[in-house]
């Protein structure tokens, strides 16, 4: 009896935990929202870097510096992931360093302003500028390097957590949003007041920041997190060894890479461009480009959400849906130049529901599915080349935008 006792205890250590109070699930929620937060915290306090710098392209100028970066640090993961002879950084260091830069470039915002507050000649506003895209560039450094290795080894994991990730990179763009509206209503619409609003969303970002830092360092000590992790990895050390089986690897889901990179082509070159700079209204006047953002941030987290109640079993009619998305182009574009009725408030917002939606749900789909589609050892490289496939078409959509601009001013 005792033999056959010591033969069946192994089994009971190869049963899944339970997620405890849904412990994993939260984290993994709270790690997607903080590493986009900083980048809704620059965004959304574009009216007073506007109302310093008056004559720059503040949304285009973030857009394009901060993507870049981010993509520069994805290409350089996915690059040096390629190689069997060195390995990556464990998941928790690659992202602990990028948490420390999110902090450093959000702190260094405020101290800006403090600085320069009431003493803003042309060259130390050039100056100040300098410094914040800079740091606006940093963030999308640290972006890259947390986002890549959070999906990355998130793909390894059952798919309701990149389903947590995912919606909590919409609930980060709605809560600045909200916090922007609450701001705007309740402050003076003077310098101070834009100043006061400012702070708020830097230590806001700050602190979420901080909140992630703690839950980045507890999530891997979680029973069904360590679970899986053991289960998954061929070694013990957290990295994950491609070699020269890379091309293959990224050729498997190459479908799912152009169709992450067609969403967010689509998504950057109207939002937040278009939305803040080339439609206006009578009735809503200042308020409009804040709505209509909002919008957008309400149906992005709305589809991110919707995966949890369904998710198709394969990727295909997303795929196509994606590609379907281009279709928006003409639809805003007579938002602006198309019949009278199509210039009014209610169809451009309900288009920007529509885009937020089909931008949160496609995405939250081809980001869960893609690791599926391959064995699991597999699965962060996938991860990491998704991400990149998204934050490239983000850095293209940001350039696309400026065509709006030029179409607008021509017509």
Known sequence: METLNLKVKPKIYDEEPKDTYQIAYI????????????????ITAVDYFQYLYPTKHINKVFSVGYMSAAVTVLLILLCWSKSSRIQLPSVRTRINLGQGLFISALMVAPVTDWINHGNQTTNGSNIAFVVLV????????????????????TGELPGRYMQ??????????????????????SLPHTQKGLRTSTQIYFVFSALIVLVCVICTNVVDKLPVIRYYRNRNRKDGTGHVTIGTH????????????????????????????????????????????????????????LGKCLTAVYLPRRSKGAICCCMARVVF?????????????????????????????????????????????VPVDESEVVGIAMETSLVVGLVVGSAFGWLWNLYSNHH
């Open 27 to 42: 984290i993994h929620f709270l790690l997607g929202a903080g590493y986009l937060v900083p980048w809704n915290a620059f």
């Open 134 to 153: 800079s740091m606006v560039m940093v963030s999308g450094l640290a972006d890259g390097l947390v986002a890549g290795s959070l999906v990355g080894s």
């Open 164 to 185: 947590a990730v995912f919606a909590g990179n919409a609930t980060a763009g709605l809560m600045v949003s909200i916090l922007r509206i609450i701001t705007k209503a």
């Open 246 to 301: 890379f091309g293959v690897v990224v050729k498997k889901i190459r479908w799912q890479v152009t169709a992450g990179f067609v969403i967010y082509v689509v998504s950057l070159s109207i939002f937040p461009g278009y939305l803040s700079e080339n439609v206006s209204s009578a009735y809503f006047k200042d308020w409009y480009p804040i709505i209509l953002i909002t919008t957008f941030n309400v149906g992005d987290f």
């Open 329 to 373: 182009y003409p639809l805003f574009m007579a938002c602006i130049h198309g019949p009278k009725w199509m210039r009014t408030e209610v169809p451009v917002i309900v288009l920007t529901l529509l885009l937020g939606v089909s931008n949160g749900y496609l995405t939250s789909v081809l980001m869960i599915l893609a690791p599926k589609s």
